[in-house]
């Protein structure tokens, strides 16, 4: 198509336009950040590795406007969360300056990944500041979970169980062009702690109360009908662990019967696929996908530099150099083979404030959900990365650790308010009774 003058003009206004509404009304800027994660195909390839989709241009608008406009002040715990972060992000840019230094450089993916996750956690707990704006942002990532859901079945089409030798091709022939196939199992996290967030900051409703529970179960079972047995598994435990910490009986028993219908439900479509995927020896390791042996690998690697590690983005490199078949697939290893001992520490500080924080909000009555739904997502987190690199610079598992940053803050700058609300309110009494 031959874009004419009119046609440039009118796209240029378009995009002020929308730069415009963006900047004044961000709460329709994250509904359709939100969104555009669901379609992840959606991509400019920059090179082999390096994808630049919809949300990427979003969050750097987001960028320029967090960095011109001035939000309320991090709370306590906020900041917290921020210095560890910051500092575990120092060392790996020390890490690449060394390294470039040396004359081996990171890769490019790895670095722009890192690049990506920092302006993430530093853009989305600044714009995330009212329950209005966390509305949206719920809403449009339920959007973007129903249109992957929906893609996820189209990619499979007609196609019949007996047409993959293993539940590891199914896992692949459902996923998307630009994602690891591990990596709708992170999405399904984020959108199953999204859905639990949507629960508390919409109304308590009937309707509401019914429909957020079913979102996060439905969610919850698109990785576990692909066989993506880590991340399910850890979404099953982290649910119940937040159902336990909230003391939602009632809502446990009934995850427990989805879940023992799932599996019969899984078994009775595919027995062959279904016995494939369940077939696990915890001695050996047979069936976690060589994540045993892989694991020695990296174990090995990282006796070489304990302490001041490979460098940043040097994983696959070195493990291919000694034999390896690949990546450690476990984020703490991934961190001590790259960044050491002291990265590792610093990787675990920062991890910790998350828990810290989420169990400060769930000593308080008032947010107790709050609370427990963070340490929850904490929880399924650091389970999932005992097999993938979740916790390590990843783009969902990012997104939702700014969410539950962006939770933190409102919580605590809310605690003041309903500390003086009721000594004001007694100060009017007598007033008006006179």
């Known amino acids: 198509m031959y874009l004419t003058p009119t046609l440039w003009f009118e796209i240029g206004v378009a995009i002020v336009i929308a730069l415009v509404l963006f900047w004044t009304k961000p709460a329709y800027g994250l509904f359709l950040y939100g969104l555009t994660l669901g379609f992840p195909d959606l991509a400019l390839p920059l090179g082999t590795t390096i ?34 972060r910051t500092l575990f992000l120092v060392a790996c ?144 435990l982290g649910v119940i662990a937040f159902l336990c910490l909230a003391r939602r009986w009632k809502w446990a ?50 006796q070489t530099e304990p302490f001041l590690g490979q460098g940043f983005g040097q994983e696959l490199t070195y493990l291919n150099l000694i034999g390896s078949e690949g990546r450690a697939h476990n984020a703490y290893l991934t961190v001590w083979l790259e960044l050491g001992l002291g990265g590792l520490l610093l990787f675990l500080a920062a991890i910790f404030q998350y828990v810290r924080a989420g169990w400060f909000l769930y000593a308080d009555p008032r947010f107790q959900c709050q609370g427990a739904l963070i340490l929850a997502l904490i929880f399924a987190l650091s389970l999932d990365s005992l097999g993938l690199s979740t916790l390590y610079w990843e783009k969902l598992p990012t997104i939702a650790l700014s969410l539950a940053v962006a939770v933190v803050g409102m919580c605590e700058r809310l605690e003041p308010e309903i500390q003086v609300n009721p000594v004001r309110a007694l100060s009017c009494d007598p007033l008006a009774q006179h």
Not at 64 to 79: D, E, F, H, T
Not at 265 to 284: E, G, I
Request: hydrophobic share 50%; charged share 15%.
């Open 253 to 302: 028993l009934v995850l427990t019967a989805c879940s023992v219908l799932a599996i019969l439900f899984l078994h009775s479509q595919d027995r062959r696929l279904m016995k494939d995927a369940a077939s696990v020896n915890l001695t050996t390791g047979e069936g976690f996908s060589d994540r045993f042996a892989r694991w020695d690998m990296a174990y090995r690697a990282i």
């Open 51 to 84: 994808n630049i989709r919809m949300d990427d241009i979003l969050i750097l608008i987001f960028l320029v406007r967090a960095i011109l406009w001035v939000p309320a002040p991090p709370s306590p715990r906020q900041k917290n969360i921020f210095i560890g």
């Open 93 to 236: 840019l020390f890490s690449i300056v060394v390294e470039t230094a040396r004359g081996s450089p990171p890769a490019g993916y790895e670095t722009v990944k890192m690049a990506g996750c920092a302006v993430i956690f530093l853009v989305l707990p600044r714009l995330v500041q009212s329950k209005r704006t966390l509305r949206f942002f719920v809403a449009g990532l339920m959007c973007a979970g129903v249109a992957l859901a929906i893609q996820v079945h189209l990619h499979l089409g007609e196609s019949s169980s007996n047409d993959f030798a293993n539940f590891q091709e199914l896992k692949s022939a459902a996923t998307f062009t630009t994602w690891n196939p591990n990596t709708i199992g992170q999405a399904a996290i984020l959108l199953v702690f999204a859905a639990g967030l949507g629960g508390i900051v919409f109304s308590k409703t009937l309707t509401h109360r019914i429909l957020w529970p079913c979102l996060a179960m439905g969610f919850a079972l698109v990785p576990a009908s692909l066989f993506v047995r880590g991340s399910s598994l850890s979404i099953a």
